[in-house]
């Protein structure tokens, strides 16, 4: 789709999710022609003209300003995620939308001595298109099941639309796959001419009809922190705490950590997790250096 239909489709599908008496006003009548609210009370409520309104869900956002883009997001009831965006959506209708991608997506020396520091819990670096750039040993050991695929990157959202395995993977599978859909389409405003993820949400709807239905939402959302229920195939069941934190000097970057409360079942598991990655890399070096003799 062109980014006036993204416009069109985004601003259409939050206004009809809006009923009246949610926006504060009446609703007159019980034969409403449309779902949600009218282009005409979004507009009063916005504090601008019908046809301004009009202009702007046809698409056009360009040179519309930040207080009219706040007021349209205040009317719409937009969240963080979705007011976010509708700014990206603006931005890409402007003179400048074809901005690179920020920095390299090669993790530099300082962060992988991160993620090698963190001994006690899964640590990954993934970038917007939900690529895994780098894991210390908890990570690669949390996320097997996604690095037997043979697909390289190693990409979170790929398995879960395309690999069977993940719906015993992620227990609570209806939500990771909507939340990583809603996640990628937030990428696609900040980044609309990105072709790896053009590729990426090209292949996922051309082979996954659930894919398709959720894309079709218009849905966003941040990954910041919550819990993830996962059913790892050697330790079993794991509730893990996650919190994710931008790289300011790789914005494109973020790292995850995944840690457990103590004495719980979960930080039981992550033991033997951690004992069972132990044993696959001393195994893996006694083949290597058997190989060689």
């Known amino acids: 789709?062109?980014?006036?239909?993204?416009?069109?489709?985004f601003l259409s599908s939050r206004r009809a999710r809006i009923a009246p008496e949610a926006a504060g006003l009446p609703a007159y009548g019980g034969n409403r022609r449309v779902k949600?609210?009218?282009?005409?009370?979004?507009?009063?409520?916005?504090?601008?003209?019908?046809?301004?309104?009009?202009?702007?869900?046809?698409g056009n956002l360009s040179g519309a300003s930040d207080t009219v883009l706040d007021s349209l997001a205040n009317a719409l009831q937009l969240d963080d995620a979705e007011r976010e965006y509708l700014f990206d959506l603006a931005r890409a209708a402007g003179p400048a939308s074809r901005?690179?991608?920020?920095?390299?997506?090669?993790?530099?020396?300082?962060?992988?001595?991160?993620?090698?520091?963190?001994?006690?819990?899964?640590?990954?670096?993934r970038n917007g298109?939900?690529?895994?750039?780098a894991t210390n040993l908890l990570g690669r050991a949390l996320y097997s099941p996604v690095f037997d695929g043979p697909h390289r990157p190693v990409n979170t959202t790929r398995f879960t639309y395309l690999n069977p395995a993940a719906r015993i993977f992620w227990r609570d599978y209806d939500r990771i796959a909507h939340d990583a859909a809603a996640m990628l389409r937030l990428e696609a405003g900040r980044h609309p001419h990105d072709p790896d993820l053009i590729n990426l949400i090209g292949e996922l709807s051309?082979?996954?009809?659930l894919f398709r239905q959720q894309w079709a939402s218009r849905d966003v959302k941040f990954h910041r922190n919550g819990v993830k229920r996962l059913h790892h195939p050697v330790v079993g069941d794991l509730d893990l705490d996650y919190e994710s934190m931008d790289l300011f000097g790789q914005p494109s970057l973020a790292l995850n950590v995944y840690t457990a409360r103590d004495g719980s079942p979960t930080s039981d598991g992550l033991r033997?997790?951690?004992?069972?990655?132990?044993?696959?890399?001393?195994?893996?070096n006694h083949a290597s250096t058997s190989a060689s003799i």
């Open 272 to 284: 033997l997790l951690a004992s069972w990655a132990a044993d696959q890399v001393s195994g893996a």
């Open 36 to 58: 949600g609210l009218r282009r005409e009370e979004v507009a009063m409520l916005a504090g601008m003209s019908v046809d301004y309104y009009v202009r702007l869900e046809r």
């Open 99 to 125: 901005r690179p991608r920020a920095g390299s997506e090669g993790i530099r020396s300082s962060v992988r001595q991160v993620l090698d520091a963190i001994t006690d819990a899964p640590a990954s670096v």
């Open 129 to 133: 298109r939900h690529d895994i750039i």
């Open 1 to 9: 789709m062109s980014g006036r239909d993204d416009v069109r489709e």
């Open 206 to 209: 051309t082979q996954s009809d």
